[in-house]
């Protein structure tokens, strides 16, 4: 189970043991927002101001764990979802944007690069999921609408699920 919190820290509880079995006390400078595990290893962190940071768990406890910094969406990280096949990390950030970026190992070292920002939308993006078979990127937002996203065209939204007057968090 991974946990984070306004300290900026997260934390890895083994629940067979019920215990914390892993922490990085100053993962972020701002609270994190939004955590989600890309593989058995590999995991991410978006916080309040943006940062995204990828995090390998099989570094030893005692060394700097390899995280990667992209500020390139402003706001809150609202929410990830990871393309697997693609390897493509999918966020959603206050500021209205859906960001995609490229993830790549080599060796020890893992990298993000942005391989598309969408146009700023009139609402926040609180919310993302995956939808047929990956190919639908729905994202929810203050305004109650859904935005919706074809995998591959990450410009602007393809259609909108409208007539919702309360906020889609979730």
Request: glycine share 8%; charged share 20%.
């Amino acid at each position: 189970l991974l946990t984070t919190g306004s300290d900026g820290a997260w934390h890895l509880f083994d629940m067979a043991k019920t215990q914390v079995c892993r922490s990085k006390l100053s993962a972020h400078t701002d609270p994190i927002y939004s955590a989600l595990f890309l593989d058995d290893f590999v995991m991410c962190t978006g916080d309040d101001e943006g940062v995204i940071r990828l995090w390998d768990t099989r570094c030893p406890d005692d060394s700097v764990m390899k995280s990667e910094i992209h500020e390139q969406q402003d706001g809150t990280v609202s929410s990830m979802v990871f393309l697997a096949q693609e390897k493509r990390l999918v966020t959603t950030s206050t500021n209205g944007s859906l960001g995609v970026y490229d993830i790549r190992s080599s060796g020890n070292n893992i990298s993000l690069q942005l391989h598309a920002l969408s146009d700023m939308m009139e609402s926040e993006l609180n919310d993302i999921c995956l939808m047929k078979n990956n190919q639908l990127i729905c994202c929810g937002t203050s305004k109650g609408e859904v935005q919706l996203y074809h995998k591959g065209w990450y410009g602007d939204c393809k259609d909108r699920v409208t007539g919702n007057p309360y906020s889609v968090d979730t």
